[in-house]
T-cell receptor
């Protein structure tokens, strides 16, 4: 079975720009969650998508938005980038409500300058 | 809300040394408990888990016992190897209802020297 694939692996953006990160979920999984991991911190939950709808959201502003597609892949969009958005963004796929079945991707390292 | 407090590193050990990484949690009820590991340049992997009080999770020589009375889930390994160098995260799973997120500690960077 394939794992979770994220792209790109690294990117650099300027403050105020917009960015789109992509995630392909593991075969057989129907739920995608996104996490932000700042340097030296644990991952923080951004939101989760199930059946192409946002299913839960952490303490992130509306400029963080997402999509899930019929093939269960997902995008994370961040508008009006700020310096504090610099972090590793992790995507995790799972089956809906299966709390111990998360498969994480290797992440996208975003640097905002 | 749910929270995890984890011993902060970094932790540097010599090969074959004994490892303990402390983890305590705050949560409603008696949740499952996880340890995740993040090797350099990789995503998080579930290392071990325990689903109820007094359960011991184990994998790859690592162990952790779910202690309800002290709300702890400390990670131990009797003899670490260079290949164990990674960041370790203690975590709570989603608690059901409207809680869909994993709650992580801040992580502990372990470096094992030959």
């Amino acid at each position: 079975e394939t794992g979770v694939t994220q792209s790109p692996t690294h990117l650099i953006k300027t403050r105020g720009q917009q960015v789109t990160l992509r995630c392909s979920s593991q075969s057989g999984h129907n739920t995608v969650s996104w996490y932000q991991q700042a340097l030296g911190q644990g991952p923080q939950f951004i939101f989760q998508y199930y059946r192409e709808e946002e299913n839960g959201r952490g303490n992130f502003p509306p400029r963080f938005s997402g999509l899930q597609f019929p093939n269960y892949s997902s995008e994370l969009n961040v508008n009006a980038l700020e310096l504090d958005d610099s972090a590793l963004y992790l995507c995790a796929s799972s089956l809906y409500r299966q709390g111990d079945g998360y498969t994480f991707g290797s992440g996208t390292r975003l640097t905002v300058v | 809300g749910d929270s995890v407090t984890q011993m902060e590193g970094p932790v540097t050990l010599s090969e074959e040394a004994f490892l303990t990484i402390n983890c305590t949690y705050t949560a409603t009820g008696y949740p499952s408990l996880f340890w995740y590991v993040q090797y350099p340049g990789e995503g998080l992997q579930l290392l071990l888990k325990a689903t109820k009080a007094d359960d011991k999770g184990s994998n790859k020589g690592f162990e952790a016992t779910y202690r309800k009375e002290t709300t702890s889930f400390h990670l131990e390994k009797g003899s670490v190897q260079v290949s164990d160098s990674a960041v370790y995260f203690c975590a709570l799973p989603p608690s059901g209802g409207s809680n869909y997120k994993l709650t992580f500690g801040k992580g502990t960077l372990l470096t094992v020297n030959p």
